[in-house]
């Protein structure tokens, strides 16, 4: 049977969303209870010098994560250029607003 340490001490600092939302995303990937609990075995493990294998894992699921969002990014562009190109074919224009000439 193991024994806890109380934790009585608190650590605050601020981030971004965009970084709180990867933290909470990678929190997930690694089945931690909570982001805090997560943020906390992070900070234990670079105490104990134990963080290689995980940061390792940790960069790689950023990467990924990275990967999906600039993925995700592409095709939100891709299907906006395609409405461009529909509604500039139907108004017998190029989609950067030139007018096709018809051929006689």
Request: proline content about 1%.
């Amino acid at each position: 049977m193991s024994v806890f340490a109380t934790r009585t001490r608190l650590i605050s600092f601020r981030i971004s969303e965009k970084e709180y939302e990867a933290i909470r995303a990678m929190t997930i990937a690694q089945g931690a209870r909570s982001v805090s609990d997560f943020a906390r075995s992070l900070a234990v493990s670079a105490i104990n010098g134990s963080n290689s294998n995980l940061s390792n894992g940790l960069s790689r699921d950023l990467d990924f994560i990275k990967l999906r969002l600039a993925v995700q990014d592409l095709q939100l562009r891709v299907g906006e250029i395609s409405e461009e190109f529909k509604r500039g074919k139907s108004h017998g224009q190029q989609p950067n607003g030139k007018v096709v000439e018809e051929l006689k």
